[in-house]
């Protein structure tokens, strides 16, 4: 079936650091990809997406580009804050279909 | 403002109690969906309802049962004969019926804890 993987976390940096979150999937089809952003206590807001292999999405700093190749979507920002610590979830959905698979989410962990 | 609420945010019940849990959108999102989350585990499918009326099993729907009687309310309540109901549980919803750019839309959640 199709899934996605995520490396383990937590990953912890310093403030300014640069961030690579990684994600590679399986999917029968053509799938979109997403990332998704969870802040303590709280639901999961989209931070970017992609529908087509070599896009790229962004959003407040944050990259990650389609790569067919290589069946991945890494998440990359250069210069992370405190405030970006958070749990990050790479997922899928495949072309007419509704329901995202999830990866089981990257804890990040930001230090002044 | 147009969202998802769920409520209440925590909720305590003893065992072999049934809850039943909140979800309503006005975003006038076709689809809707229930999510359980656990420490490490992601976040897994219970059930997704496309349109009024209709719904469908997902990875986990044992122990679960839902209803689809309006567009914008999709309650979810958690049986006696969900083994470990205590979760994060989380709703969401999509624009259409799905297909490859809808991204959904998530509420803030619901903390449940059995004891």
């Known amino acids: 079936g199709d899934s996605v993987t995520q490396m383990e976390g937590p990953v912890t940096l310093s403030e300014e650091a640069f961030l690579t979150i990684n994600c590679t999937y399986t999917?029968?089809?053509?799938?979109?990809l997403f990332w998704y952003v969870q802040y303590p206590g709280e639901g999961l807001q989209l931070l970017l997406k992609a529908t087509k292999a070599d896009d790229k999405g962004s959003n407040k700093g944050f990259e990650a580009t389609y790569r067919k190749e290589t069946t991945s979507f890494h998440l990359e920002k250069g210069s992370v804050q405190v405030s970006d610590s958070a749990v990050y979830f790479c997922a899928l959905t495949l072309s007419g279909y509704s329901t995202l698979t999830f990866g089981k989410g990257t804890m990040l962990l930001v230090s002044p | 403002d147009g969202g998802i609420t769920q409520s209440p945010k925590y909720l305590f019940r003893k065992e072999g109690q049934n809850v039943t849990l909140s979800c309503e959108q006005n975003?006038?999102?076709?689809?809707m969906y229930w999510y359980r989350q656990d420490p490490g585990q992601g976040l897994r499918l219970i059930y997704y309802?496309?349109?009024?009326?209709?719904?469908q099993k997902g990875d986990i729907a044992e122990g679960y049962s839902v209803s689809r009687e309006k567009k914008e309310s999709f309650p979810l309540t958690v049986t006696s004969a969900q083994k470990n109901p205590t979760a994060f549980y989380l709703c969401?919803?999509?624009?259409?019926?799905?297909?490859?750019?809808?991204?959904?839309?998530f509420g803030p959640g619901t903390r449940l804890t059995v004891t």
């Open positions: 999917a029968t089809g053509y799938p979109s």
């Open positions: 309802s496309q349109i009024v009326n209709d719904f």
């Open positions: 969401a919803s999509t624009p259409g019926r799905g297909g490859s750019s809808y991204e959904q839309y």
């Open positions: 975003l006038n999102h076709d689809a």
